[in-house]
C-alpha cells in the first residue's frame, strides 16, 4: 500500500482513502491502486466499500497546474478511464463521502459510486465548459443517470457550481449531513448495506447497474476522442490559463 492510499476494514465494510491533499487530484497510479484494492476488497468479503480522501476537498480531478494530460492525451486518457470503468464495475456498493469539492474528474470519481454523501459546504463542479473540455470519467452517461438528463445538461452547460443543498434536491446527493459529519455518515449507511444478505446486494447491483455498464465503453471512448480535439483548442488554452491564473476566461470558438 502507498503512502497515498489507505485502507481500513470496519466489519464488513471498507474503507479507502485517498491522501494528496489539500484538493486530491488524480494520478494514474493512485487510480490504479484504488480499483486495485476495491476489488480485492470485494473479493475478500466487504459488503460494502467507503472512498473518502484527507484534505479540505473530496477531488479536483486533472491537476493542470502538473502539465494535465501530458504530450499524449489519448494514451494519458484511456489510462485514467480504463480505471474509472474498474471502479463503477465493482460489484458491492460504494459509498462516497464527498467533502469540499468534486470538481470535473473528481465529480466522475464521485459519480461512479452508488452513493453520494455531502454537507452544505460540498460543491460538485462540472467545470468542463470552463475549461473549454468536454466531460469525461463517464459523465456522459452517469450524471444524467444521477440526476436527470435536463439538470445534467445544465450542470455541464453552465459549468456551475452545485452546493449540497441543491444537490441533494436534485438527487445527486443522497444524505446530506452538517459539515464535518459526512464521512461518518457514509460509513453508517455502508454498515447499513451491509447488513442485508450479501449475494443478494451483489445480484441487485448488477442488474441495477447493466445498462450503465453497457453504455460506459462507448462513453468514454467519445470522451476520449473529443477532450483530445478540444484539448488542441485556444479556447482551452484560454481557459486552463484562467482557472491556474483564478480569472474569468474569454472564449473565441476557436
Known amino acids: 500500500m502507498s503512502e497515498e492510499l489507505s485502507v481500513r476494514v470496519d ?16 494520478s494514474l497510479d493512485v487510480l490504479t491502486e484504488l480499483a486495485d484494492t476495491a476489488e480485492e476488497l470485494a473479493a475478500d468479503g466487504c459488503r460494502a466499500l467507503v472512498l473518502c480522501s484527507e484534505g479540505k476537498n473530496f477531488c479536483a480531478g486533472v491537476d493542470f497546474a502538473a502539465g494535465g494530460v501530458g504530450d499524449d492525451p489519448v494514451r494519458t486518457l484511456s489510462a485514467f478511464y ?3 470503468l474498474r471502479l463503477y464495475s465493482l460489484p458491492i456498493p460504494v459509498i462516497a463521502a464527498v467533502q469540499g469539492a468534486a470538481v470535473g474528474g473528481g465529480l466522475g470519481l464521485a459519480c461512479s459510486a452508488d452513493f453520494r454523501v455531502a454537507s452544505p459546504g460540498t460543491r460538485f463542479h462540472a467545470n468542463f465548459g470552463l475549461l ?10 452517469s450524471l444524467p443517470r444521477v440526476v436527470g438528463a435536463q439538470k445534467a445538461a445544465d450542470m455541464l452547460y453552465t459549468a456551475r457550481r452545485v452546493p449540497g443543498e441543491e444537490a441533494h434536491a436534485i438527487g ?10 459526512v464521512r461518518a455518515r457514509a460509513v453508517e449507511h455502508a454498515h447499513r448495506i ?46 486552463v490559463t484562467a482557472s491556474l491564473n483564478r480569472t474569468a476566461p474569454t472564449f473565441t470558438g476557436e
Open 11 to 26: 466489519g464488513h465494510v471498507g474503507v479507502l482513502e485517498i491522501h494528496r491533499p489539500p484538493h486530491n487530484h488524480f
Open 82 to 84: 480504463g480505471q474509472g
Open 132 to 141: 473549454g473540455l468536454h466531460q469525461g470519467f463517464g459523465l456522459t452517461v
Open 172 to 181: 445527486l446527493a443522497d444524505h446530506l449531513v452538517e459539515d464535518g459529519a
Open 194 to 239: 451491509a447488513a442485508s444478505a450479501p449475494l443478494a446486494v451483489r445480484s441487485m447491483k448488477a442488474t441495477m447497474r447493466a445498462e450503465l455498464l453497457a453504455a460506459l465503453p462507448s462513453a468514454l471512448d467519445r470522451e476520449i476522442v473529443e477532450q483530445t480535439r478540444l484539448l488542441a483548442t485556444k479556447d482551452n488554452e484560454a481557459g
